[in-house]
């Protein structure tokens, strides 16, 4: 156990030393966002899902980013437009890691981004007749995209732009081609998290509603299934997809890592949800399920200890036949996550961890870490709200910090304080803590690994962490602390 794991903090005066650097009212705001878990509560009891306060610097994203960086993005086999100024078009460039098969500029656009580029005269003029020449030029340029996204930023809500009626007369010019007006504004709600919410009610508008079951020819089997919410960063839905197919069952789709129109069209179809990312896709999970009847189970693979729950779960909602292939899939991997855990954990054992991700994995890596034997004592979410923190009681010990859309400051002081062995954010906060002399992996999109997801993740998920923390850099600079000492 590294010297850092001895030190013992009280969350509750740490949270309030660190307050006091705010103006009065700030830290009043502030304070609501902020506190430490007692074991036997229901809930972790920090305000989420609230506006940041101007001048106090937040992580967040925006509605955009929810909509054309996470849900609409990796659909491959459309072209997804970035409606607005080149600045937001740029962002979109630099995508994550949603790997997938095909042709990019043929049958699939992943990792080729769309932008009407306004300039000032589009603003005072407005983008229409622009937007219907670039739907235009997207058909003779790559005839075989299977629909189009309008991603709108910022600009397009402020002068009014009327994209469902360009998108209708297009759809209608070019013969029923599925074309979608998002309305994901970035300054739409709080965060990302509303253009999550924007996103998954246009693939309930535009594609369910839309769809013609004549021309939707599918067979479906009683084993049939769809990856909900998996962006298959660094080739985690495939990962997932193995040890589903393994235990019986039928992958019809996969939302929205590798996944495609046909796909989405055919979820309705489904015998049960499989649900990963909750907060980025349980409004249309929910949907589905009053609409079409189809349940739908979250699920956590990462690390064999959630793994196996997972998987006994899902298989809950077949007949025995799966069940017992569930167990022969369990048994077949578990020399492997054995032989992973007798390599790493001696080395990792008592390793403290603090995290600050969005979606789901701040509360579901926890697990992974722990079949390590490495301890969880911070986490948060940017962009959670309350049921994500309800739900983050289920993974997390008495004493752990929580902490919702922490600022710059405060996840530095908390790291001063706490001195964790390694820190697991995004890219805005790697180069911080690296450079203050704290290992980092970041947590977003593996730090351009992975998989993590499913047993053969867990072995990279295991090897990145040690590879993190006992890399002999770290013998060549000094945490703030160390300084001190």
């Known amino acids: 156990m590294s010297a850092t794991a001895e030190v013992k903090v009280n969350g509750a005066e740490l949270i309030q030393e660190v307050l006091k650097a705010y103006p009065e009212k700030s830290a009043k705001k502030r304070a609501k966002h902020l506190n430490v878990y007692e074991e036997g509560k229901s809930e972790c009891d920090v305000k989420s899902n609230i506006k940041s306060l101007p001048g106090v610097m937040t992580i967040r994203g925006c509605a955009y980013a929810g909509s054309k960086g ?8 459309m072209v997804h437009i970035s409606h607005g100024p080149v600045g937001c078009g740029q962002y979109s460039w630099a995508s994550r890691r949603n790997y997938y098969i095909g042709t990019t500029g043929i049958d699939t656009f992943g990792t080729m981004q769309f932008t009407s580029d306004f300039q000032e005269k589009d603003i005072v003029f407005g983008g229409d007749k622009k937007l219907e020449k670039i739907i235009d030029e997207i058909q003779v340029l790559f005839p075989l995209n299977k629909g189009i996204t309008v991603q709108s930023e910022c600009p397009i809500g402020l002068i009014g732009d009327d994209i469902e009626a360009v998108s209708k007369k297009k759809a209608k010019e070019y013969e029923g081609k599925v074309i979608v007006p998002v309305r994901c504004e970035g300054f739409r709600g709080v965060s990302q998290s509303l253009g999550h919410h924007i996103a998954n009610d246009a693939v309930r508008d535009f594609v369910f509603d839309k769809t013609d079951p004549e021309k939707n020819k599918f067979e479906s089997s009683p084993y049939d299934v769809a990856i909900i919410g998996d962006y298959n960063i660094g080739g985690d839905a495939w990962s997932s997809r193995i040890l589903l197919e393994e235990m019986g069952l039928r992958v019809i789709a996969q939302w929205s890592g590798d996944g495609s129109i046909a796909e989405l069209e055919n979820t309705p179809k489904a015998k049960l949800n499989i649900l990963h990312c909750y907060r980025s896709m349980n409004y249309i999970s929910r949907h589905m399920e009053e609409k079409y009847g189809i349940p739908w189970v979250e699920y956590n693979f990462f690390g064999p200890s959630k793994i196996e729950e997972s998987l006994r779960k899902i298989a809950s909602f077949f007949d ?26 001696p080395r990792l054992q008592g390793k403290k961890v603090m995290l600050f991700v969005g979606g789901l994995r701040p509360r579901h890596v926890i697990g992974a870490y722990e079949d390590l034997g490495m301890e969880v004592v911070g986490t948060g979410y940017e962009f959670g709200h309350n049921d994500d923190y309800q739900r983050t009681t289920h993974y997390v010990k008495d004493g752990t910090l929580i902490y919702d859309d922490v600022t710059g400051y405060e996840f530095e002081k908390f790291v001063e304080a706490v001195q964790p062995d390694l820190v697991g954010s995004g890219i805005k906060e790697k180069y911080v803590f690296q450079k203050m002399g704290v290992p980092f992996r970041q947590m977003h999109s593996w730090d351009y690994s992975g998989p993590y997801h499913g047993y053969d993740g867990f072995a990279i998920f295991a090897r990145d962490m040690d590879m993190a923390i006992n890399n002999p850099v770290w013998g060549l600079t000094k945490a703030p602390w160390q300084q001190a000492a």
């Open 70 to 77: 996470v849900v609409w993005g990796p659909i491959k086999d």
């Open 320 to 345: 025995d036949s799966i069940k017992e292939k569930t167990e022969q899939v369990i048994a077949k991997y578990k020399a492997l996550t054995d032989a992973v855990i007798a390599k790493y954990k």
